[in-house]
């Protein structure tokens, strides 16, 4: 669960429709125009054979699913951007500004009022749309959650965005204030330290809140010392008492192990239903797979991808923001950047950009979890019996567990992907075979 909330509602929902009812019903009205064929049909040589299957009922699930999930992001960043621009627009945002400078006389608490109520609104301009997706995960059998527990979640997620995000927002607004020239500057300075901290509070904080946690040492010592193995071959740094065995069955039917946390922080979650439901040596590759990402330095590389970014977009979304604001002020009511209709226009860029950008972040996630996958499958070399049929075990059960389409629409593969297809990664692991005829691996010499 994250704080960051995708901002949608009502002509979010008019968007999805649109493009959802002629997407379900293009399959049957393919099936009514079969035509009658004149010749023989030509024979056809028998297709290879796909290293990620599904039987027809869920490949069709599948495909639905990731129709109805591919459909609920671009509407729910497009909504986003507009929700923004909606609250700009109507003077909303400056009604309210003008709200809280009449019932509070402290500057800091009209803006400490004005981001939470800007916060609640986002989150309830969001809501239909998550739930939306809920029931799209409950439909396909993804979620076992009932509603009031997923509800209950909705508002752990809000009093935590209250909580930490009002200040941050009134914080970041104080920079423009203070820095009117040099604000873009001072937010790229204290993000990448925030960006740290939040890593490594995550599974201190914020899991705990959201899920279960148990040792487990007490609930699986056979496959903690399997654990072991990979752990001393890696030489990641992580004792037993920081294994951890998380509730997720009473929520999902998905499986799952990972890696969290950062420095002293840093721990293994496996996911009971992944113990139920798949052997220890898949276990095995999916940490294996995780612990890749932090020998391999995945997070340095992309806090130091991220700053450079970010450098240049902060400056960009500040010099666009001022444009908008001496462009659209007088019609917004923004008497400039420093004021708190001003930051909505701040907020409203960096949200523009956040979408443009998103398939430049997920190409280079995609190449890091590729080189992951590589990692994961030498790192259980000499520990499982066969490492490629382990991995493509391991993906086929992920894919069928979280009904993942074999052939995503590329498009949205391209925007939206932050892993290489299952069906991608499946087929590289069937032939990979680094240490045929005496070879070595990538990234292990044995």
């Known amino acids: ?17 649109a493009a959802f009812v002629p997407l379900t019903c293009a399959p049957l009205a393919a099936a009514q125009a079969v035509p009658t064929p004149t010749s ?7 297709e290879p054979k796909q290293a990620y299957t599904l039987p027809p009922g869920e490949l069709a699930k599948a495909v639905a699913l990731s129709r109805i999930s591919d459909i609920l992001a671009i509407v729910g ?18 009604s309210v500004e003008s709200w809280t400078q009449r019932i509070a006389r402290r500057p800091w608490l009209q803006g400490l009022i004005f981001f939470a109520l800007f916060l609640i609104a986002v989150f309830l301009a969001g809501l239909p749309l998550d739930v939306i997706g809920h029931l799209a995960s409950r ?7 009932g509603w009031a527990s997923w509800l209950g979640e ?16 009134l914080f970041f607004n104080w920079m423009v204030r203070r820095w009117p020239r040099r604000f873009w500057l001072c937010a790229w300075l204290i993000t990448l330290p925030l960006m740290l901290l939040a890593t490594f509070a995550e599974p201190l904080v914020i899991d705990p809140l959201f899920n279960k946690f148990e040792p487990l040492q007490k609930t699986d010592p056979a496959l903690v010392q399997q654990l072991e193995k990979v752990v001393k071959r890696t030489g990641i740094d992580i004792p037993p008492s920081r294994m951890f065995l998380m509730k997720a069955s009473t929520k999902t039917n998905g499986i799952n192990a990972y890696v969290t946390g950062f ?117 259980i070399h000499g520990i499982v019996p066969n490492p490629q049929k382990t991995v493509v075990a391991a993906f086929n059960a992920l894919g069928r567990a979280w009904l993942s389409n074999p052939h995503p629409n590329p498009f949205f593969q391209f925007w939206l992907g932050s892993h290489p297809s299952i069906q991608q990664r499946a087929t590289f692991a069937e032939h990979y075979d680094p240490w045929k005829n005496g070879g070595h691996g990538k990234y292990f010499m044995h």
């Open 1 to 17: 669960m994250t704080l960051a909330r995708r901002w949608r509602s009502a002509l979010g929902l008019a968007v999805l429709l």
């Open 40 to 46: 023989q049909p030509t024979a056809r040589p028998p």
């Open 77 to 94: 960043s497009l909504w986003g951007i507009a929700f923004l621009w909606l609250l700009l627009a109507t003077r909303a945002s400056s």
């Open 139 to 145: 439909r396909y059998g993804i979620s076992v959650q």
């Open 154 to 169: 909705e508002g752990k997620s809000l009093g935590l965005s209250l909580l930490v995000g009002a200040p941050l927002l």
């Open 263 to 379: 420095g002293p922080s840093k721990r293994i979650v496996v996911w009971d239903t992944t113990i139920n439901r798949i052997p220890d040596n898949e276990i095995l590759f999916i940490f294996g797979h995780e612990t890749g990402h932090y020998v391999l330095h995945h997070i340095a590389k992309g806090l130091t991808l991220a700053g450079a970014g970010l450098f240049f977009v902060y400056w960009g979304c500040a010099v666009f923001a001022g444009w908008l604001a001496r462009r659209f002020g007088p019609r917004w009511g923004a008497t400039g950047l420093a004021s708190r209709t001003g930051f909505v226009v701040l907020l409203l860029t960096l949200s523009l950009a956040g979408f443009l950008l998103e398939p430049v972040s997920n190409a280079v996630s995609r190449h890091f979890e590729h080189q992951a996958d590589i990692y994961g499958q030498e790192a």
